[in-house]
């Protein structure tokens, strides 16, 4: 099997409707890009740690060489990704309104006989988070509009229904300037089946595999092939990740 060629960015996400082996896929990712001696964080994420996602972008990740992110299902994870974003503003309008107060706060100070001196020496500690967090989201948002930094890719099976779900979020995704990987279409059935329900199966498939080109086609796309067994353990999933990344785009 030909070596196998990963991404070029260093912060990787998968992502798609949930039930389609986007923890399958992350983790043979991360397995694979262990064993090629890159130092490898794997990440589950979750919406509601917000905080802890952008210190892994900013801060924590920075002892890996690779960041592999297995997220939430797709609107989850749409919402996770545009909160850098519109936090940045929320707390945008937080600090405007925060010096607001300290300036009617000094001008109280004059009135009242309070130097000038000692009033500008005060430090706001609120006012001071609050400016903290907004580069730390700043920053994050600065990672994940990158191309050179982030891939997002989605995992699709070969159904409408993630289809369908699939292309929304690519849109979505598009909007927030959130750089776009590939497509990675998981449990594709083989050509060489002797079952006939396995080749009908196999015949819907291919109706699929042509909206999925003809649809998300704008896209670079690999193929996985659906295995006999699940894969679990460390070597069935190394397996998963060296054959992902072995395998030829389709364009």
Known sequence: MPAPIFP????????GKGGVGKTTLASATALALAASRQRTLLVSTDPAT????????EQEGREFERIV???????????????????????G??????????????????VAGTSASETAAEKDPVLEALEERKARFVRARTIL??????????????????????????????????PIGGVLVNQVLPDDLADAFARNRKARQDEYLEMIERELGDWPRRLVYLLVEDPVGTDALRSVGV???ATSETT
């Not at 070029?8 to 992502?15: I, P, Y």
């Not at 917000?50 to 972008?57: G, K, N, Q």
């Not at 937080?94 to 004059?110: D, E, T």
Request: hydrophobic letters at 50%; a positive charge; proline letters at 5%.
């Open 93 to 110: 309008g937080l600090i405007g309104r925060r010096r607001k107060v300290n300036a009617m706060g000094r001008m109280w100070s004059n």
């Open 243 to 245: 054959a992902l990344w």
């Open 8 to 15: 070029d960015a260093r912060v990787l996400f998968f992502g």
């Open 145 to 178: 509009m990158d191309p050179a930094q982030t891939a997002f890719f989605f995992v699709v099976v070969p159904e409408r229904l993630p289809i369908w779900e699939t292309g929304r979020a690519l849109t979505a995704l598009g909007k927030h300037e959130i």
């Open 50 to 57: 917000f905080e802890r996602f952008t210190r892994i972008l």
């Open 69 to 91: 992110f297995d997220t939430a299902p797709t609107g989850q994870t749409l919402r996770l990704l545009s909160l850098p974003e519109h936090m940045s503003a929320w707390i």
